[in-house]
């Protein structure tokens, strides 16, 4: 395979479990099941989507793959290099190559770091640069988010949630990162400001080639920017196809109640349909459902959906579900 072809990021059969008892002699044995047998690639410049409800497990894969937390089993390639399991130390040349922006730029900027410290900051950690180079790439970087020179000199609070969130972009893109995880980027700002933080995004990865593990709660968000997109609920993948192909024909049921549970462009519409999305809710991820984790919720389920974990079938190329009753695989359907 030559490095054109080698995913950006490979991720296989990704576990993540917490344990639910104190420390290390607690006699809790039982544990939190937050990443379950998640496996994806990212391609070189490509955007992947990623959506599921809360305690789906996205920001758990995100801390995961940029190594911020530790797998509990798994392999996690970057550039054809395994990083899930290497020591801090030897992980140190592959840190600035995937960085994170979250969630909430109130609470991830330290409000006591003017912005210049904030969007630096990597570049001191990493070491290399001395003051003056920060100081033009700083300059360089408020430029490329949009923000003026000035903003350098002020504190997080005298910014705007969609400028706080700029910031975070500028410091997440300093060290010249391949991949950028950005976890809900949006999702803690006012609608009329999502769009253009996402146009800087994809401004932005237009600019540099970037990749995006772009995770989001609802499908509406990643329609555009995304190319491909995987449905993630109770830490599992339930779908994943491209863009094109998982609006047109979403197949999991729980896509399909996604869809219907996201609001309706025409407010009318929204405003007078009969039913939105799903029954129940989310099983607790300490003891997730045997089989099928969404057999609890599934309007298809039956007692076979609960005997085993439903394989990831392809359904058409590039496009895998975990259903039994949309995606048989190889058994004939009965
Ligand atoms: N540090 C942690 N310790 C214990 N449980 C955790 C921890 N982080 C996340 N979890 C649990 O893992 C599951 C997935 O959480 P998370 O990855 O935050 O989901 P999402 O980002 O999709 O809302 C949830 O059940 C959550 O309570
Ligand atoms: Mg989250």
């Known amino acids: 395979m030559t490095a054109a072809e080698t995913p950006l990021l490979s991720v296989r059969n990704l576990v993540k479990r917490y344990p639910l008892g104190g420390g290390l002699f607690s006699s809790d044995r039982r544990v939190v099941h937050a990443v379950e047998d998640v496996s994806f690639d990212i391609a070189r410049g490509e955007t992947f989507g990623l959506v599921g409800e809360s305690g789906s497990g996205k920001s758990t894969i995100s801390r995961v793959v940029t190594r911020l937390e530790d797998p509990t089993s798994g392999e996690i390639r970057l550039e054809g290099t395994e990083i899930g399991s290497l020591s801090e130390r030897a992980l140190r040349p592959y840190r600035s ?151 047109a024909a979403p197949r999991h049921p729980y896509t399909r109640a996604l869809m219907e549970a996201a609001p309706l462009p025409d407010p009318v519409a929204e405003a007078s349909r009969e039913s939105a999305g799903i029954e129940g809710e989310i099983p607790s991820a300490v003891t997730p459902p045997p089989g099928c984790v969404f057999s609890t919720r599934c309007p298809l389920a039956s007692a076979e959906c609960r005997a085993a974990v439903p394989p990831l079938v392809e359904v058409e190329p590039g496009h895998r579900v975990a259903c039994i009753k949309v995606a048989p695989g190889a058994a004939a359907p009965a």
């Open 97 to 247: 190559r995937a960085q994170m922006i979250f969630q909430d730029p109130y609470s991830s900027l330290d409000p006591r770091m003017k912005a210049g410290a904030i969007i630096e900051e990597p570049m001191v950690v990493q070491g290399g640069f001395d003051r003056s180079q920060r100081a033009r790439r700083v300059a360089e970087l408020l430029d490329m988010v949009g923000l003026p020179a000035s903003a350098r000199d002020r504190y997080p609070n005298e910014f705007s949630g969609g400028q706080r969130q700029r910031i975070g972009i500028a410091r997440a893109i300093a060290l010249n990162p391949r991949l950028v995880v950005a976890d809900e980027p949006v999702s803690a700002l006012d609608v009329s400001i999502q769009a253009q933080v996402v146009n800087l995004l994809e401004d932005l990865q237009a600019e540099l080639g970037l990749s995006y593990l772009f995770i989001a709660h609802d499908l509406a968000v990643v329609r555009h920017i995304a190319h491909r997109v995987a449905v993630l609920y109770l830490g599992r993948v339930m779908e994943i196809a491209s863009s094109s192909q998982l609006y």
